[in-house]
């Protein structure tokens, strides 16, 4: 049995950093190993949700400040930016059309969402049941051939892999 993982917190500083999305994907995939949340499919989920809210400081809010993962009963994931204004995701998507759809990932593969004001921008944050994340037998991201699953949005089932 791996060590428990509760109370545990890493912050990576991406204020004008380029490569915020990789860096911070890395970032989430070595925190998952380090804490052994990295032998699910749902470990490829939080790598996801952690690249959408990144690319969305990137694009909408003038860059990602700093990303956080908390360990509890839930993977906490913060993003936080230098914008106040909070994100709605876009009322319609429009599917194959590139875009607007960065939300409505976040929403479908975390457990909850949602996002706050402080005083110098806004956190965006994502949770992650850590039950989803537990070790079980088998491969661990690392060993696993690329695949990109996710859950159908909007009631279309889709499914994508990548060689």
């Not at 890395?26 to 990144?54: C, I, N, P, Q």
């Not at 759809?101 to 949770?127: F, M, N, P």
């Amino acid at each position: 049995m791996g060590v428990p993982v509760t109370g545990q917190c890493r912050r990576l500083a991406l204020r004008s950093v380029r490569g915020a999305v990789g860096k911070g994907r890395d970032f989430t995939r070595r925190t998952l190993r380090d804490w052994g949340w990295d032998r699910r499919e749902s470990a490829e989920d939080a790598l996801l949700v952690v690249s959408e809210l990144v690319a969305n400081a990137a694009l909408h809010a003038s860059g990602c400040h700093e990303l956080v993962l908390t360990a509890g009963e839930t993977l906490r994931i913060d993003v936080l930016d230098g914008a106040r204004a909070l994100p709605r995701p876009r009322a319609v998507t429009r599917p194959g059309v590139p875009g607007g759809h960065g939300l409505h990932i976040v929403q479908r593969l975390s457990d909850r969402w949602g996002s706050y004001a402080h005083d110098t921008g806004k956190v965006v944050w994502a949770e992650i049941e850590s039950a989803r994340l537990a070790t079980e037998p088998g491969p661990a991201m690392a060993d696993r051939q690329p695949s990109l699953r996710t859950r159908p949005f909007a009631g279309q089932a889709r499914s994508y892999d990548t060689e």
